[in-house]
């Protein structure tokens, strides 16, 4: 389980509640929480807003959580930039 989905129900909120208020696609948040999407650090920071958490604590410690580790998507976020 992500820390995103572990945030989302410890504070008791559905997937339909907080894409709402992260403005992101409910499809979107549900391919994030079970692995098969890699949120940009514009996504997490939504995240992190909408669920009142450091963005940091919505990374996931294990390598495989979301399939890419948060190094992996920094990288990403920083050619997609050039």
Excluded: W
Aim: hydrophobic share 35%; glycine share 2%; net charge positive.
């Amino acid at each position: 389980m992500t820390k995103i989905k572990k945030a989302r129900l410890a504070q008791g909120v559905n997937q339909i509640q907080l894409a709402e208020k992260a403005e992101i696609a409910q499809a979107y948040l549900s391919e994030i929480e079970t692995g098969k999407a890699i949120p940009s650090i514009h996504v997490y920071r939504r995240l992190s807003k909408a669920l009142d958490v450091p963005m940091t604590e919505l990374f996931d410690d294990e390598p495989n959580a979301n399939k890419k580790s948060y190094r992996e998507v920094i990288k990403c976020q920083k050619l997609k930039s050039r």
